[in-house]
């Protein structure tokens, strides 16, 4: 199998496209991953999820980790990992903005967030918007057999 | 949408049934995460990589989370973690049983531990295996809108 580092471009151009991804945090020496929803837009990652463990978790570390995959065949595949900085977006203005947006894709899934049988409400239920700076991106590639 | 606990036995019967996960580790306060493919067999998860950040990490600190889902719709899917334990199998006899019992699902693909253009010589391509001993497996399934 022939595979090879992503262009950084190349890279950009993924992440771009994609709205589905892993993200890990962790906290003492314990790791914990999810898959989330995201969109890229002016050079950072956007999300948001209900309170829980991610978020506490990214609020004690903000040092984050998202995988994201494009799957043709076994053969043929992109993987990228971004590193980068959990950064929660706390102001009314900030939040405003943040939902314009993501709602612009708003089909959202998340299963990761979602709280099953969780009470309609408090504070469980409002969205924390955040956004993830980005240090590096790096991806692997497989151009077929 | 109906999301709700997995129950365990669920949780054990997707991961039998499932060979393609995410795999996170940490070091310092940095999570690291990449696909693995794996088989489960007699209470363990088994695998095996390259050398990389991965095992080294993993070596360093073996704490894990490995994440798999099974994606039907947006609204009917399953989400599963397991919290465990990273172990080398390290003796001439441990890796080739590994290799017995992972042999029998042989379409190994693995992206993230192929090293795109590494030399084909020395340690760097010799296979390093382990199990990941499950410490807990906890999972949430939407069951349709």
């Known amino acids: 199998m022939n595979v090879r580092e ?12 994609s709205s589905l991804g892993r ?11 999810v898959p989330i929803q995201f969109r890229y837009a002016e050079n950072r990652i956007r999300s948001f999820s209900l309170a829980g463990q991610k978020i506490e978790w990214m609020r004690a570390n903000p ?15 992109k993987c ?18 943040a939902w314009s947006v993501l709602q612009e894709d708003n089909d959202w899934w998340e299963p990761g967030a979602l709280k099953p049988n969780s009470p309609n ?24 057999v």
Not at 122 to 135: E, L
């Open 6 to 17: 992503m262009r950084h471009a190349d890279c950009m151009d993924l992440l771009s496209k």
């Open 121 to 144: 409400v408090g504070d469980q239920n409002k969205p924390v918007y955040y956004t993830i700076a980005i240090d590096s991106i790096t991806g692997r590639e497989a151009l077929g």
């Open 23 to 33: 993200l890990a945090c962790c906290k003492g020496n314990i790791p914990y991953l």
């Open 80 to 97: 990228l990992l971004v590193q980068g900085q959990f950064q929660e977006q706390a102001t009314q203005e900030q939040r405003d903005y």
């Open 63 to 77: 040092n984050v980790c998202l995988e994201v995959e494009h799957f043709v065949s076994r053969h043929q595949w």
